[in-house]
């Protein structure tokens, strides 16, 4: 168990709808990334947030965003769903943003989003 | 670039040791961790290694990086069948921020 919890644990969408995920991170770490993980493969990073500013995208559309509150629990919001959209969520919570030492990144188990 | 890869598939006998390998592009990588996930699971952090360094054992747990060849592997000693997961294998370019995770390695261990 890492303390990193997720919600929902499923979710099921129609194309163009648009859904937010929550994630809460481990007691005392200040950032919390966002990865999308498709069927087989490897996860992608999408964003992550320190001390509630966005600090660093990877390849992912606008429709995209997310938030972090002071508390520094998390959202994902994705607008305007697509079917490939259809994945595994995964938020990480780590402890010092920038360059913190190993920058060991403790990942919550995630909500399968599945788009029709 | 950023790419790591991996090999898609292990098979090993209960008790024998596994090894698993990985490849990456990016030098200015600091650490380079590796992670498990079970069915249905999150990822779960194993080991990291800094990039300085060509070792590090922790208990069943072996890591080589060849930083010149850019290859990193996983030695699970007396592999059981608790140890059948995806292993992933993953770079932080430019030493933090975000993980480039390869396509992950499935782990089968029979008996």
């Known amino acids: 168990e890492t303390g990193v919890t997720q919600s929902p644990t499923h979710l099921i969408k129609t194309r163009g709808q648009q859904v937010t995920l929550r994630c809460s991170s481990q007691?005392?770490?200040?950032?919390v990334s966002w990865y999308q993980q498709a069927l087989g493969q490897g996860p992608q990073f999408i964003f992550q947030?320190?001390?509630?500013?966005?600090?660093g995208r990877g390849n992912f559309p606008p429709r995209f965003s997310g938030l972090q509150f002071p508390n520094y629990s998390s959202e994902l919001n994705v607008n305007a769903l697509e079917l490939d959209d259809s994945a595994l969520y995964l938020c990480?919570?780590?402890?010092?943003?920038?360059?913190?030492?190993?920058?060991?990144?403790?990942f919550g188990p995630g909500t399968r989003l599945t788009v029709l | 670039g950023e790419d790591v890869e991996q090999s898609l598939f292990l098979s090993v006998r209960e008790g024998d040791s596994s090894v698993i390998n990985c490849t990456y592009t990016?030098?200015?990588?600091?650490?380079l961790y590796w992670y498990k996930q079970e069915p249905g699971a999150g990822l779960q952090l194993l080991t990291y290694?800094?990039?300085?360094?060509d070792m590090k054992q922790d208990q069943r747990l072996t890591v080589l990086l060849n930083k010149k060849d850019k290859h990193l592997s996983l030695r699970i000693a007396d592999t059981q069948t608790g140890d059948s997961a995806i292993y992933f294998c993953?770079?932080?370019?430019?030493?933090?921020?975000?993980?480039?995770f390869g396509a992950g390695t499935r782990l089968a261990v029979h008996p």
């Open positions: 990480a919570s780590s402890g010092g943003g920038v360059a913190a030492g190993a920058n060991e990144q403790f």
């Open positions: 007691s005392g770490h200040n950032t």
């Open positions: 947030y320190y001390r509630e500013e966005e600090n």
């Open positions: 990016d030098s200015s990588s600091t650490y």
């Open positions: 290694i800094f990039s300085n360094m």
């Open positions: 993953a770079e932080n370019p430019g030493g933090y921020n975000k993980l480039i």
